[in-house]
C-alpha cells in the first residue's frame, strides 16, 4: 500500500481558486424558446399561463411572460466545443484519482424575460479536506452564475467533487 500523502489540495488549485472563466453568452431569450421549454416540461399537461399567455402574464408581478426557472437559454449552442476540448486526464485507483459526484444546489434568484441575454461563468470557489472512512478525502467547491445583460444575478449553481 502506498503511503498516504499529505494533501490533495494542488498548487493549481490555490492559483485557479476565485478566478472566473471567460463568459459564455447566449443568444436572446426568445418568447418561442420559453414557450416550448414550458410545454416540454409540464408535458402532458398545459403549462402555466406565465409562460405563454401574454394577456394573463401582464397582470402578474412580472408585467409579462417570464422563463421557468429550469429554463437553460444554453440548451441549443449554435457553436459546440469539441470532445478533445472537454478532455479531462484518466482517473484510476492512485489515491487522490478516485472521483465522487458530490451533489449539486441551484439558487434561483430573477427570472428570465424574453429578450434577456445570459452570461454564464464558473469558478473553483472552496474546498475543504479531511480524514474520512475513505481516507484523505478532497470536496472541492465550484460554481456557475449566471446574469442577464443589466448584471443581475440569475442564477448561481454550486457542485461539489469529492477525490480520495
Not at 98 to 107: A, C, I, W, Y
Not at 109 to 114: A, D, S, Y
Amino acid at each position: 500500500m502506498s503511503p498516504q500523502p499529505e494533501t490533495l489540495v494542488t498548487p493549481d488549485m490555490y492559483e485557479h481558486l476565485d478566478c472566473w472563466s471567460s463568459p459564455e453568452v447566449s443568444s436572446a431569450v426568445a418568447e418561442s424558446d420559453i414557450r416550448k421549454w414550458a410545454i416540454a416540461v409540464y408535458w402532458p399537461e398545459t403549462p402555466p399561463p406565465l409562460y405563454w399567455d401574454q394577456e394573463y402574464a401582464k397582470t402578474t408581478r412580472y408585467g409579462g411572460i417570464v422563463a421557468p426557472v429550469d429554463f437553460n437559454p444554453f440548451a441549443w449552442p449554435v457553436q459546440r466545443t469539441s470532445a478533445q476540448d472537454n478532455e479531462q486526464p484518466p482517473l484510476g485507483g492512485t489515491i487522490g484519482t478516485r472521483v465522487m459526484n458530490g451533489g449539486s444546489t441551484e439558487q434561483y434568484l430573477i427570472p428570465m424575460h424574453p429578450g434577456d441575454v445570459i452570461t454564464s461563468s464558473s469558478a473553483l470557489v472552496d474546498w475543504n479536506e479531511r480524514q474520512t472512512r475513505l481516507g484523505l478525502t478532497l470536496f472541492t467547491i465550484s460554481e456557475t452564475r449566471w446574469t442577464n445583460q443589466t448584471g443581475e444575478l440569475v442564477k448561481i449553481k454550486s457542485f461539489t467533487l469529492i477525490r480520495y
